[in-house]
């Protein structure tokens, strides 16, 4: 290859990397802009495996309303486990837990795995979200299982944007209904339907 080549070509290659570089820069480095999975507070500790731990809040940092933790729970064991609380060392917040499907305790059963966070999943729900960590900062978390006993780890605190939208927070569940078999109170009055007034049974009588 001539001298007069080889210029080209280091020239071509050049100015592929300068495009690249750009598009990059354009993209910026925000993991929602991107929609790539950011990194995530991950740990394991006896038969029990957490992955994908966050702790969501509302999409708008004034935004009134509850944020949730989000995370994937595995179950190396071969007995089920119960996720008997998650709390917020640090915090004053309150953590409901909630089962994917009815009332119920939120049960991890042997060799499986439960997901909290996002539709028809069960759900960590931070009732007051404002006394979460603000975004951008690691909240301590701790999750107590009925075997393995307490676990630790630092989630990141993040909005209900971009790659995190579907696990974020929704309103809280509503109270039940009253049921419809319900009995009414008081008493009634009047004369009911269909029984004959003193007029109707005295002209009956004289006939």
Known sequence: MSRSLRHGALAATAIVFSIASLTACGAGNDAATLKVRPDTA???IGDISIQNAN?????ERTAEGPAVVAATLFNNGTKPQTLEAV???GSSASVQLHAAKGAGPVVVPAGGTVILGGEGNASAVIENGREAAQAGNVQPVVFKFSSTGEIPLGAFVVPATGYFA??????LPVAPEKSPGAKPTGSASGTPEGT??????ASAQSH
């Open 166 to 171: 579907d696990s974020g927070p929704s309103a």
């Open 55 to 59: 702790v969501v809040t509302q999409p």
């Open 42 to 44: 991950a740990t394991t």
């Open 87 to 89: 709390t917020l060392p």
């Open 196 to 201: 004959p007034t003193d007029a109707a049974s």
